[in-house]
């Protein structure tokens, strides 16, 4: 992948976007654990923001996934990552299958005012006792007449507390395994059942998230995503993208926390010398830009696979894993170097490293891409069978 002009002028242009529409309010919204989404998400819209890799037809602009790796980056800008987080699953986690495999009347109603920021929607996967394990979510989706009936709950539901539809995966019938059993659903938020409850974390505290409790919810028929049984296959499809939108949001975002590194450990002094002329110290952030770099090849090389066309799983999974040890490692480093100021709640590194810890667990946990990877390599060990 090669940044043309274009891509720099869209990268500007949400760069701005977030020095003057976010970054003034994000001190407020983290302490109020939400932000004003849907005032927000319109101003993307009206910027065409949140469409970029979908059809001209939906109110998209019709380019491909490079650009939308182009925004995720250069939303690294956001002083606080889980306003970006938000907005990533409006573009890139909720979206896709809708886009890809929805009827022209689901995306007329769901994808297009979604595009242009009038609608706000969430991914409904994880559950209590199913976050990384998708094959092992029970919530289910029966049919009765023209209807669906939806019974289960949902967890660390990002944007669940404002969504105004879900797209939700649960077991559309008891056979053909669980990687057959499921299926993708469209769900209005303001459907008769719906229950949701506020969850508090202890990073990305200006998205909102929810658990999500549906009892005996009806939805029309239409609102099936694509094919009945096909979910799970879906989903693995918008994982791609969504994993690899993670890997590309984490590149500015670390590039930032060093460059603040830099700033404050050349202003501190210590033992007649500021800290950053301690040969441990800037050894340390250059080995961490070189890093920061490395993952940025990977991910640029991973999105132009996937806009040819060829699996991304193995390259997906690479960059969300690099991408989650990076931080934590980046952010840890850094944090070190601030000293009692890093561990100060208010200041940006201690913000960047609660919020830094979810991406090894979000979307995949690392363990899970290890063993992607593995089965890739074919060097998992074979189970042995029952008696």
């Given at each position: 992948?090669?940044?043309?002009?274009?891509?720099?002028?869209?990268?500007?242009?949400?760069?701005?976007?977030?020095?003057?529409?976010?970054?003034?309010?994000?001190?407020?919204?983290?302490?109020?654990?939400?932000?004003?989404?849907?005032?927000?998400?319109?101003?993307?819209?009206?910027?065409?923001?949140?469409?970029v890799k979908y059809p001209e037809q939906f109110g998209g602009a019709g380019l491909d996934f490079t650009y939308s790796v182009v925004v995720a980056e250069a939303l690294g800008a956001c002083n606080a990552a889980g306003v970006p987080l938000a907005i990533g699953v409006q573009t890139d986690m909720c979206t896709p299958a809708l886009a890809r495999f929805g009827s022209d009347e689901l995306r007329a109603q769901y994808l297009t005012p979604s595009i242009a920021g009038d609608l706000v929607g969430a991914i409904g996967v994880s559950e209590p006792n199913a976050g990384s394990d998708v094959a092992g979510l029970s919530t289910t989706a029966r049919r009765d007449g023209d209807d669906w009936v939806i019974n289960g709950t949902k967890m660390w539901i990002t944007n669940g507390m404002?969504?105004?539809?879900?797209?939700?995966?649960?077991?559309?019938?008891?056979?053909?395994?669980?990687?057959?059993?499921?299926?993708?659903?469209?769900?209005?938020?303001?459907?008769?059942?719906?229950?949701?409850?506020?969850?508090?974390?202890?990073?990305?505290?200006?998205?909102?998230?929810?658990?999500?409790?549906?009892?005996?919810?009806?939805?029309?028929?239409?609102?099936?995503?694509?094919?009945?049984?096909?979910?799970?296959?879906?989903?693995?499809?918008?994982?791609?993208?969504?994993?690899?939108?993670?890997?590309?949001?984490?590149?500015?975002?670390?590039?930032?926390?060093?460059?603040?590194?830099?700033?404050?450990?050349?202003?501190?002094?210590?033992?007649?010398?500021?800290?950053?002329?301690?040969?441990?110290?800037?050894?340390?952030?250059?080995?961490?830009?070189?890093?920061?770099?490395?993952?940025?090849?990977?991910?640029?090389?991973?999105?132009?696979?996937?806009?040819?066309?060829?699996?991304?799983?193995?390259?997906?999974?690479?960059?969300?894993?690099?991408?989650?040890?990076?931080?934590?490692?980046?952010?840890?480093?850094?944090?070190?170097?601030?000293?009692?100021?890093?561990?100060?709640?208010?200041?940006?590194?201690?913000?960047?490293?609660?919020?830094?810890?979810?991406?090894?667990?979000?979307?995949?946990?690392?363990?899970?891409?290890?063993?992607?990877?593995?089965?890739?390599?074919?060097?998992?060990?074979?189970?042995?069978?029952?008696?």
């Amino acid at each position: 992948m090669e940044r043309t002009p274009e891509h720099e002028q869209l990268a500007q242009t949400v760069i701005k976007f977030c020095e003057t529409e976010i970054n003034p309010y994000v001190d407020e919204w983290e302490a109020a654990e939400e932000f004003p989404s849907h005032e927000v998400f319109k101003k993307l819209g009206d910027l065409g923001i949140l469409g970029v890799k979908y059809p001209e037809q939906f109110g998209g602009a019709g380019l491909d996934f490079t650009y939308s790796v182009v925004v995720a980056e250069a939303l690294g800008a956001c002083n606080a990552a889980g306003v970006p987080l938000a907005i990533g699953v409006q573009t890139d986690m909720c979206t896709p299958a809708l886009a890809r495999f929805g009827s022209d009347e689901l995306r007329a109603q769901y994808l297009t005012p979604s595009i242009a920021g009038d609608l706000v929607g969430a991914i409904g996967v994880s559950e209590p006792n199913a976050g990384s394990d998708v094959a092992g979510l029970s919530t289910t989706a029966r049919r009765d007449g023209d209807d669906w009936v939806i019974n289960g709950t949902k967890m660390w539901i990002t944007n669940g507390m404002k969504a105004d539809w879900v797209c939700l995966l649960a077991n559309t019938s008891d056979e053909g395994g669980p990687h057959k059993n499921k299926s993708l659903f469209v769900v209005p938020m303001d459907a008769k059942g719906i229950d949701r409850q506020k969850i508090h974390k202890i990073g990305m505290n200006a998205s909102d998230t929810a658990q999500l409790f549906f009892e005996n919810v009806r939805i029309p028929k239409g609102n099936l995503i694509g094919q009945e049984g096909m979910g799970f296959f879906y989903q693995m499809m918008q994982f791609q993208e969504e994993r690899l939108w993670g890997a590309a949001n984490s590149l500015l975002f670390m590039d930032r926390i060093i460059d603040e590194t830099i700033k404050y450990t050349r202003e501190r002094k210590a033992f007649g010398q500021s800290i950053l002329d301690n040969q441990v110290v800037h050894y340390r952030l250059a080995e961490l830009r070189t890093e920061v770099e490395a993952l940025r090849s990977l991910v640029y090389r991973a999105a132009a696979d996937y806009v040819q066309g060829k699996d991304a799983l193995r390259m997906a999974s690479m960059c969300k894993l690099k991408s989650g040890r990076l931080a934590r490692e980046l952010c840890d480093s850094c944090l070190q170097y601030w000293g009692g100021m890093g561990y100060s709640a208010e200041s940006f590194v201690s913000r960047a490293f609660r919020d830094a810890r979810l991406i090894s667990i979000g979307g995949g946990a690392d363990e899970v891409m290890l063993g992607i990877l593995c089965k890739l390599e074919g060097t998992l060990p074979r189970r042995k069978k029952e008696k």
